[in-house]
């Protein structure tokens, strides 16, 4: 009981201020013998600093009568009405309770940040490793809040007071972890904080325990995952190569660097082939970069700039070595570097006067190198280490793989346009038949540019086909079907079968395309068509679709529906047949083909965008021009996934007065009146240079209809943008060509035919053949 209520109170100095009985009995001086005296006076022997600053451990004290007496004493700080210590409470831990002084020890040695806060959030006790971090003695600390020590402790959101505060209200355990920024008094470290409340034997919260534990590596280690993880989806978003870049520099600034940029070779921004990287001077080209702090350090490249790169600097070698360097002040070539970059821009020069560490890592994808990536620290931020350099290096890694994917398929989307714009027409030929106008949007999607293609190809006899397909897929091999469909379609109407028939050749075509090659030439969905004639003496429009989207007709009265046929089968399906459909349509109708890109989209519906295509086929335009742009500003979707091909047509009509009909007695003694009605025709046409030329091809032609073909045989003048000479018969049988012998009495009528022509040729009709003939009109 003597060691239980032996309990001395000293002031800020050390001197004795109370003595209790026990104390008395313990070492024999009553209190009037002690109270005023240095409490060093009754040690026997100093006590360890250690001891002292902990507050607790072993003492030897000299007794009245001059022996010596161990004891293990404890003192408590008294703290006075501003908080601060006015005094200690020493008692003696009772004898046969080792287990406390090492409890103390422990608390005082322990590797963990450990302190005891009173309610008010003041410190009671703060361990050697809490004392070191903080770099001030016990004294300093003992009676003051941690904002009196940190200004910033609650600043950067700990909530280190908000967690002690919880704890005293509620009585519970708290555990939270925390990060202080490399501005701090601590430095850049990571903490998981424990906080448990203290009691007394009435079970009151009397202080707060805190035990703190370093997990900065642990913490950084999650960054570095979390910002690779992060970066696996952030970067190459877009197949844009400046975007990608764009993306690298925003996952590095700030979490990573305060300042970063990305510069490339200039052919990995152009079309041309990888390059090799030159040994000496390396020219690269600016394309991203960004800083923590706004406006410093102001960019020395601007974006877009070309800037040369000496061998010694970081980026040159990095790309001339094919890995990363790491660089720093008093490295001899970041020393040279910073020298001319301070010449070069020297309202930097604060800024570099910073700089901890530079770090460039090469952009290489797939074997060949693109560009360098930099990243620079700046005090007070840490220099990079080792793992920093990994981490850049996976970071760089990813990035270039997804800039090389931009850079190969805007290479193949520029191939495959220029392959499409050679396919498609450049001008309209010259005919009379429609007035046209047509629009060609590419698509701007990851998916590549479409196999979409229109045409315009005048026929025989005035008559012009309008043509627009669809090849499924997308890039290069869609495009260059595309090519072998347009090629195919221009030789089938040469040889002017109807739309349906024309659509069963294409589509045996398509199928013997898909057979050859695997389907991957026509992507094994085939591709759409729809094929259309109109002739303009008789008004009549003729069209067939192998799968396509109906064409939308505008009559001149300003009303506006899509056209009712049959879609038909895809081309390349095979064995399902294709049906004809015709429409006789007044002088000044439009019609709109156009591909399924201006009307289909995964969020809209194809009814919708039909009707509202009708809609704006009916607006006011003073050109087939002006209304192709309203159209596709109409009804275009904001971001088409797909390639859109718009041909707009504007029939004509020829009148009677610049056509002529006659029928012909199958006898040859009737050829020479029907030379002489020519040539009365023509000069009512205003036609007599060309009289002589046009009398030698009806001659010839009518007289092989008479000889060769079967009745009724007619003979048809018609006056457009040509002369054009038609004389048809009941038979099938095609003419050709032949070269006659020396002694041969006939076999010359369609060579001289041939000769004195601009082309001529025969077509298939339903009641037999028509044998075509045009030459050109005398100018004016």
Known sequence: ??????????????????????????????????????????????????????????????????????????????????????????????????????????????????????????????????????????????????????????????????????????????????????SSLLGEHAWTVEMWPVRDTSGEVTAVAVAGFETTEQHRARQRLG???????????????????????????????????????????????????????????????????????????????????????????????GRAVRTGPGDPGFDRWMRVRNEQAPYNRAYRERVRSTLAVPLMARGTTLGVVVAVRAAPRPPHVDDDTVLAEELASRAAVCIDNARRFARERSTALALQHSLLPKGMPGQAAVEVAHRYLPSVSAAGIGGDWFDVIPLSGSRVALVVGDVVGHGIPSTATMGRLCTAVRTLADVDLPPDELLTHLDDLVTHLTAGDGGNEVAELGATCLYAVYDPVTRVLTMAAAGHPAPALVLPDGTARLVRMTAGPPLGVGGLPFEATELELPEGSVVALYTDGLVEDRDRDVDHATAELCRALTAPANSLETLCDTVLKAVMPEEPGDDVALLLARTRALGTDRIRTWDVLPDPAHVATVRRSVIEQLADWGLDEVAFVTELVVSELVTNAIRYGEPPIQLRLIRDTALICEVSDASSTSPHLRRAHAYDEGGRGLLLVAQLTQRWGSRQTGGGKTIWAEQPLPEQ
């Not at 007496?69 to 601060?84: D, I, K, M, N």
């Not at 302190?115 to 410190?123: A, E, F, I, N």
Request: proline content about 7%; hydrophobic content about 40%; some cysteine.
């Open 1 to 182: 009981m003597e060691h239980a209520s032996a309990v001395a109170t000293l002031d800020a100095h050390g001197t004795v201020t109370g003595w209790s009985e026990g104390a008395r009995r313990l070492t024999g001086y009553p209190a009037e013998e002690v109270v005023g005296r240095d409490a060093r006076d009754l040690l026997a022997r100093d006590v360890p600093p250690a001891d002292l600053s902990g507050l607790a451990g072993p003492a030897l004290l000299r007794h009245r009568d001059g022996s010596t007496v161990a004891l293990c004493l404890r003192g408590a700080p008294l703290l006075g009405a501003t908080g601060a210590p006015d005094g200690f409470a020493v008692t003696v831990e009772p004898p046969g309770e080792p287990g406390r002084v090492l409890t103390g020890d422990t608390f005082q040695q322990s590797s963990l940040a450990m302190s005891v806060h009173d309610t008010g959030q003041r410190y009671l006790r703060v361990n050697d490793t809490a004392r070191r971090m903080l770099g001030l003695p016990e004294e300093e600390l003992i009676g003051r809040r941690l904002p009196e020590i940190m200004e910033e402790v609650d600043a950067n959101g700990s909530g280190f007071l908000r967690h002690l505060q919880q704890v005293v209200d509620t009585g519970r355990p708290a555990h939270y972890e925390t990060f202080t920024p490399a």
């Open 227 to 321: 910002l690779l993880n992060a970066a696996a989806t952030g970067i190459g978003t877009t197949l844009d190569v400046v975007r990608t870049a764009e993306e690298l520099i925003g996952f590095l600034v700030p979490r990573f660097a305060d300042f970063a940029s990305v510069d490339l070779l200039d052919w990995v921004l152009g079309a041309d082939e990888p390059l090799a990287v030159p040994a000496e001077e390396i020219e690269l080209r600016r394309v991203a970069h960004r800083a923590a702090t706004e406006d410093f350090p102001r960019a020395s490249v601007h974006l877009g700039e070309m800037d040369a790169y000496p061998p010694y600097s970081a980026p040159a070698r990095a790309l001339r070595e």
